[in-house]
């Protein structure tokens, strides 16, 4: 989780959400390069929808 500091002072933990498709192989690949740091939890939601492919 990303922390910010509220205007309180107060640090508070985000979610951070990327947006990925999952492969002719099954797996998963996000769109956009990221950095994560080692030993995260990662909850992973499926949508009911094929991607839109850009030619």
Same mark, same amino acid.
């Given at each position: 989780?990303?922390? %910010? !500091?509220? /205007? %309180?002072?107060? #640090?508070?933990?985000? !979610?951070?959400?990327?947006?990925?498709?999952?492969?002719? /192989?099954?797996?998963?690949?996000?769109?956009? @390069?990221?950095?994560? @740091? @080692?030993?995260?939890? #990662?909850?992973? %939601?499926?949508?009911?929808?094929? @991607?839109?492919? /850009?030619?």
């Amino acid at each position: 989780m990303q922390a %910010t !500091i509220a /205007s %309180t002072g107060e #640090v508070i933990q985000m !979610i951070r959400t990327y947006e990925g498709m999952i492969d002719q /192989s099954g797996r998963l690949q996000l769109l956009d @390069p990221v950095k994560l @740091p @080692p030993m995260r939890r #990662v909850l992973v %939601t499926v949508l009911d929808e094929e @991607p839109e492919l /850009s030619a």
